[in-house]
């Protein structure tokens, strides 16, 4: 079945990067659109964003866009999101998942941005 182990989060203050990793498997992972989504304490699920099989991406989330990159390397089953000028706001755990929804997401990884 679908698996993903996210890693690469961190304590970060504001203004920081981080990148994070979500290494896939139990699925050909190169046809597969996959998604990150992320919750903050108290929160539901927000889509980040979206990359699909020909890398094209999405940035749903307005707050995100122009500040975190999305990509992918089918090579390793490995999606990445690049993190940057990172906001108290954007604490939360992080899952990449097959779609939106958060669906066959893994255990997350924690990012927390504070000074």
């Known amino acids: 079945q679908v698996q993903f182990v996210e890693s690469g989060g961190s304590f970060v203050q504001p203004g920081g990067s981080l990148r994070l990793s979500c290494t896939g498997s139990?699925?050909?992972?190169?046809?597969?659109?996959l998604s990150w989504v992320r919750q903050a304490p108290g929160k539901g699920l927000e889509w980040v964003s979206a990359?699909?099989?020909?890398?094209?991406?999405?940035y749903p989330l307005e707050a995100v866009k122009g500040r975190f990159t999305i990509s992918r390397d089918n090579a390793k089953n490995t999606l990445y999101l690049q993190m940057d000028r990172l906001k108290p706001e954007d604490t939360a755990v992080y899952y990449c998942?097959?779609?939106?929804?958060?669906?066959?997401r893994g255990q997350g990884t924690q990012v927390t941005v504070s000074s």
């Open positions: 990359i699909d099989p020909t890398e094209e991406v999405i």
């Open positions: 998942a097959t779609d939106r929804y958060g669906h066959g």
């Open positions: 139990g699925f050909i992972f190169e046809q597969f659109a």
